[in-house]
């Protein structure tokens, strides 16, 4: 079986056609900064872009041979949660208050509860579900509050993975946590992923928790995808998009010393007003005049492709 | 002798709860020779953004000293600390929260100027708005516009101009870059060296971030739950760290190079516990892999291994 | 050009608008709170030239029993009422009493609440126990038994109404800028304006009370119209404006006995009262979003 998702979405060009492959038990890493679309490619998969604002307006989203655009609402309910569910970025607010974790991993259980199973076998799965996360069982009756924000995201997880879904999507899942709860966290989640056979699309801006869980990376800018290829591609290999290369040297590296950092100038663009062309050449130290007038194709080497001028004339 | 420029001395701040008290800095000693950069790690509770306030006097502190230039701080009136506020700012983490947000970019960062009336004439005042925003890298023609009509890193900016309009010997920089995206983070940081050279300013530079914080820093402090774990030149902890929670912090950063992919790393079980009413000895013990009974007994205290380098931790007493 | 002149032009160039002309242009682009403005400028128009649309002594005071309760007519625009007086003349000279009451009294409480309700959220502490557990006292009662409590201690009249109003009104004044300036305090900006050495005084009008501003204005143009029925409410039971003068909340309580045969009685002074509360409403609506800057466009 193969996952495939190609979209081609155009919402106030947050997100503009982008191409995305995922295969099974694989984990796609999507990075770029803020602005630059990556929720929004998540939210158009699951379909939940917020009503009358968003709008998915072109593309396909391939999941198990069917496209979920033209699905319909009901079919789409039992994808979210049954098959693609999502972590949130912020475990603070994700959780409903008012109702104690186990609770809300029951609720999460019985909408989805196709094989007609007992109470007591959801309770079990309840309980099964948050060891699994490494949360003891006798604390179910607990509400979020008593939780720290790493135990939220655990449950955060355990509700998400509840069902057994094929794919998640993890949406910065450990940006608001602290760096000894971020490894814990990432750690449980490859583990988990490798034990359970999923699918995950790993959101986020850090480039090191790309490096160290996911298979393959799109790095995204302005809405596009501006270079995407397997890890090694992106970490090892030799061109690279500009854009890319200035993520790399705005990252304080631990293992050399220097002194300045390489950043990229300037800012992102305004989604509203994005630049002809290339919508990188504004920032780009390697502009050249094509890039000013003319959108650059992709451009591929076997599993890597880079969207930009510059790399297509040098490898010609 | 090479006098530090601030330095605190058995510095603790209590703060009281319903529960207990609660020791967000517990028995701190720091010292910041001129010109220099301290860097202050740890997680988020560990107290120190509560040292930075402590030391500015933002908030009082329960026990200790804060000696400026050689001046014990803490027992200055409103007047007189008002002068040495001047040489003592901050730059606040969040750029959302820390603009007033009914003021445009010239009024935040004249408003220093005016508090302190140091420059009374308008124009001269204008001219001074003008050559701090050229120093942090603003353009002319933000000075009318308010600080939420602008992104992240140029408010940050505007922060750092008002950190500097009183021409500060010594700023502390509370996360400065921690909400601003990676690109934006380095332009930042390359602008806060930068006019560290130029104006030869000291910080103290708190920040949860240990690959930022390696960076600018001379010397680096970890702290846990309220106290100082260990301190040493940034190099030299970077090579040689001692203290398991340290390892433990520089264990965790994920590294941006498949090099370090399948590395084995040793992830610390647990969470950070609460600063309330804390057991003697190590706070650390708890989530230790190296935890002996002995941990559990009081006097532990910094001790140094090797020039410049002190820890608290039994294994190298 | 020297550095100064360079200063002086770039000053110009992005010279900031005028702080006043930037928030009529941002009022200007709010339609309802300019059909507010409108009407509101009309009844104050009109209570200013009251006597010149009638005059006091003869068509609003002088009692005429053959004109009594007749409808609206050519003669008498409103009517008359009970008394043959005519209802227009009593409503315009009637709105000079109600727009004070209004004003006067949202003005001073106002004031005294905001100066409390900012320094309790500022300082906190035993300060802060105290003013607010007597505030908790006054809020306790309800504040028309209040107002009647202080009018019958001192003496109906208009000057007494006044203070028994405001008194009642503080409180609620007092908690609202409390609350919205202790979510201000806690903000970064705050400590950043400390750190600069500013002091209390400066922090407060500078960066509290700017940013407290939306929901104070808000609450203070509900509460025009709320001091306005209260008024109405002390008047009818004879604690307020002392007959024959006109007073819309007193009018429409005379006129209660004879509300089903001549409604019209009722009708004018109620509309009187809604068009100004409503007008007053919008205003505020609009001036709380033009005073944001962050909400320009």
């Avoid at chain 1, 972590?87 to 509860?113: C, K, R, W």
């Avoid at chain 1, 986020?204 to 928790?209: E, K, Q, Y």
């Avoid at chain 1, 993520?247 to 992102?268: A, E, Q, V, Y």
Wanted: hydrophobic share 40%; charged share 20%.
């Amino acid at each position: 079986m193969k996952v495939i998702y190609k979209t081609d979405s155009d919402t106030i060009c947050a997100v503009n056609g982008i191409d995305l492959i995922l295969d099974k038990e694989q984990t796609l890493g999507i990075v770029g900064e803020t602005g630059a679309g990556k929720t929004t490619t998540a939210l158009s998969i699951l379909r939940l872009l917020p009503q009358d604002i968003g709008e998915i307006t072109e593309g396909q989203i391939i999941f198990e041979g069917k496209d979920l655009i033209s699905a319909k609402e009901s079919d789409m309910r039992k994808v979210r949660g049954e098959k693609i569910s999502m972590i949130f970025q912020d475990p603070m607010t994700s959780l409903n208050p008012v109702l104690t974790v186990g609770q809300q991993l029951y609720e999460a259980l019985e909408l989805h509860n196709t094989q007609n199973k007992s109470k007591s076998q959801l309770e079990a799965r309840v309980d099964e579900m948050l060891e699994l996360v490494g949360i003891p069982k006798n604390r179910k009756r607990e509400y979020p509050h008593q939780f720290s924000g790493g135990m939220k995201q655990r449950v955060v997880i355990a509700i998400a993975l509840a069902c057994s879904p094929v794919l998640v999507i993890a949406d910065e899942p450990t940006t608001a946590l602290d760096v000894t709860i971020q490894a814990q966290v990432l750690a449980m989640m490859s583990e988990l992923k490798n034990k359970l056979g999923m699918s995950m699309i790993l959101i986020t801006h850090d480039l090191g928790v790309v490096a160290q869980n996911c298979d393959k990376v799109a790095i995204m800018y302005a809405g596009e995808i501006v270079e995407n290829g397997i890890i090694e591609d992106i970490f090892e290999g030799v061109n690279h998009h500009p854009y890319t290369e200035g993520l790399f040297g705005s990252i304080p590296d631990l293992t050399r010393s220097t002194k300045r950092l390489n950043p990229i100038d300037g800012l992102m663009p305004d989604p509203i007003n994005l630049p002809a062309g290339c919508t990188f050449h504004p920032r780009c130290p390697k502009c050249m005049d094509i890039c000013r007038t003319k959108k650059p194709e992709p451009f591929s080497f076997g599993s890597h492709v880079i969207k930009c001028h510059f790399v297509q004339n040098s490898n010609q | 002798m090479n006098m530090p420029l601030i330095q605190t001395k058995n510095l603790k701040k209590y703060f009281r709860t319903q529960k207990g008290d609660l020791h967000a800095v517990d028995n701190v000693n720091i010292d910041i020779n001129k010109g220099k950069t301290l860097g202050v790690v740890g997680e988020s509770g560990c107290g120190k953004s509560t040292l930075g306030r402590v030391i500015l006097r933002l908030l009082e502190p329960t026990f200790g000293e804060v000696i400026y230039n050689g001046n014990d701080i803490i027992h200055l009136n409103q007047k007189q600390m008002n002068n040495i506020r001047q040489k003592m700012q901050i730059i606040f983490q969040d750029p959302y929260a820390s603009l007033n947000p009914r003021m445009t970019v010239s009024e935040i960062i004249a408003e220093p100027i005016k508090v302190c009336k140091i420059i009374k004439d308008k124009e001269e005042l204008n001219q001074r708005v003008f050559d701090l925003m050229k120093i942090v890298g603003l353009d002319y023609r933000f000075i009318n516009t308010y600080p939420h009509e602008m992104d992240g890193g140029r408010r940050q900016r505007i922060g750092i101009a008002r950190a500097l309009a009183l021409n500060p010997e010594f700023i502390v920089c509370d996360e400065p870059v921690s909400a601003l995206d990676v690109s934006i983070q380095a332009q930042i940081l390359n602008l806060m060296m930068d006019l560290q050279e130029d104006h030869g300013l000291t910080y103290m530079f708190i920040t949860h971030d240990l690959s930022v914080v390696k960076h600018i820093s001379d010397e680096i402090m970890v702290m846990y739950l309220g106290q100082c774990v260990e301190k040493a030149p940034s190099e030299e902890l970077f090579a040689n760290p001692l203290h398991p929670y340290t390892q433990a912090l520089l264990d965790a950063i994920p590294i941006a190079s498949l090099k370090e992919r399948d590395k084995l790393r040793k992830i610390i079980k647990g969470e950070v516990t609460s600063p309330i009413n804390p057991k003697p000895g190590c706070r650390f013990a708890s989530r230790c892999f190296h935890v002996t009974a002995e941990c559990k007994n009081d006097g532990l205290g910094l001790v140094e291994v090797s020039q410049g380098h002190y820890v608290s931790c039994i294994l190298h007493k | 050009m020297t550095q100064k002149a360079k200063a002086v032009a770039i000053q110009k160039e992005y010279a900031k608008k005028s702080q006043i002309k930037e928030i009529w242009r941002r009022m200007k682009k709010n339609k309802l709170a300019m059909i507010g403005l409108a009407i509101f400028c009309i009844l104050v128009a009109m209570s200013l030239s009251a006597d010149l649309i009638a005059d006091y002594q003869e068509s609003a005071i002088k009692q005429a029993g053959s004109i009594r309760l007749q409808p609206p007519s050519w003669e008498h625009y409103f009517g008359t009422d009970q008394y043959g007086r005519d209802l227009l003349a009593r409503m315009v000279h009637g709105s000079r009493v109600s727009l004070s009451i209004g004003f006067f009294t949202t003005g001073i409480s106002l004031l005294i609440g905001g100066i409390l309700g900012a320094m309790t959220g500022y300082y906190g502490g035993i300060f802060d126990e105290i003013v607010m557990r007597l505030m908790d006292i006054l809020l306790s009662i309800p504040s028309i038994l209040l107002a009647i409590a202080i009018v019958s201690a001192m003496r109906p009249s208009l000057l007494n109404l006044l203070i028994a109003i405001t008194i009642s009104q503080i409180p609620g004044f007092t908690r609202i800028v409390r609350s919205t300036v202790l979510t201000v305090v806690g903000e970064d900006y705050i400590e950043a304006a400390r750190a600069c050495g500013s002091k209390d005084f400066r922090i407060i009008t500078n960066d509290v009370l700017p940013n407290a501003i939306g929901p104070i204005i808000v609450q203070g143009t509900m509460s025009v119209a709320k001091m306005i029925l209260l008024g109405a409410g002390l008047s009818f039971i004879g604690l307020g404006i002392q007959p024959p003068q006109p007073e819309w909340g007193y009018m429409l309580s005379e006129a209660r006995e004879y509300m089903r045969d001549y409604p019209y009685l009722v009708v004018i002074p109620g509309i009187a009262i809604a068009i100004s509360v409503f007008s007053i409403n919008l205003i505020g609506d609009g001036l709380r979003d033009a005073l944001d800057p962050r909400l320009k466009n």
